[in-house]
T-cell receptor
Framework: AQTVTQSQPEMSVQEAETVTLSCTYDTSESNYYLFWYKQPPSRQMILVIRQEAYKQQNATENRFSVNFQKAAKSFSLKISDSQLGDTAMYFCAFMKGRYGGSQGNLIFGKGTKLSVKP | NAGVTQTPKFQVLKTGQSMTLQCAQD?????MSWYRQDPGMGLRLIHYSVGAGITDQGEVPNGYNVSRSTTEDFPLRLLSAAPSQTSVYFC????????????FGPGTRLLVL
């Protein structure tokens, strides 16, 4: 069974600085996808970034980028130029590939609570 | 597009009562799912559907029923509510299963007394 581990329950960062959130996962699958979701106090789940495991290039989305290390099964999220609006819970999630069975199902880590301080 | 909608936003139930949480999407997505979120636990999959007429169990299905008669709707039924079902429930949908980004509804907060 797949598992996702976020080892940092809480983190804080000063506005305009850079912060990195850690995520490791365990799987025997070769084809899969990884996601970071943000959950602000409004509780809405918002996609931050998506990574396809077969792509070696790290995904980026504006100030958000990932460091995907497939051999180490590591998928960290880097937030540059942190803003007050980045304050939220951040969840790392794993999904099997198209032919992996239980396809489409997300397996979530327990989350990291990020506070951006002025 | 309204995206994924959920009703109600908040509900209080007494132990033993039944209710249905509604979920609808207007994006013609084939895949829909229900998750529950508990403090310190992340989100856990309850049930999912890969298309109209097809449903299957997730990680924590006990005490819940689903059906999918149309592409748009995927209701979640609590048969006999228990305090352990106090949680925040999220519905999500994606174009298809297997790698597609899932879009989440705003959530339903359920309190069972």
């Amino acid at each position: 069974a797949q598992t996702v581990t976020q080892s940092q329950p809480e983190m804080s960062v000063q506005e305009a600085e850079t912060v990195t959130l850690s995520c490791t996962y365990d799987t025997s699958e070769s084809n899969y996808y990884l996601f970071w979701y943000k959950q602000p106090p409004s509780r809405q789940m918002i996609l931050v970034i998506r990574q396809e495991a077969y792509k070696q290039q790290n995904a980026t989305e504006n100030r958000f980028s990932v460091n995907f290390q497939k051999a180490a099964k590591s998928f960290s999220l880097k937030i540059s130029d942190s803003q007050l609006g980045d304050t939220a819970m951040y969840f790392c999630a794993f999904m099997k590939g198209r032919y992996g069975g239980s396809q489409g199902n997300l397996i979530f880590g327990k989350g990291t609570k990020l506070s951006v301080k002025p | 597009n309204a995206g994924v909608t959920q009703t109600p936003k908040f509900q209080v139930l007494k132990t033993g009562q039944s209710m249905t949480l509604q979920c609808a999407q207007d994006m013609n997505h084939e895949y829909m799912s229900w998750y529950r979120q508990d403090p310190g636990m992340g989100l856990r999959l309850i049930h999912y559907s890969v298309g109209a007429g097809i449903t299957d169990q997730g990680e924590v299905p006990n005490g819940y029923n689903v059906s999918r008669s149309t592409t748009e709707d995927f209701p979640l039924r609590l048969l006999s509510a228990a305090p352990s079902q106090t949680s925040v429930y999220f519905c999500a949908s994606s174009l298809s299963a297997g790698g597609e980004t899932q879009y989440f509804g705003p959530g339903t907060r359920l309190l069972v007394l």
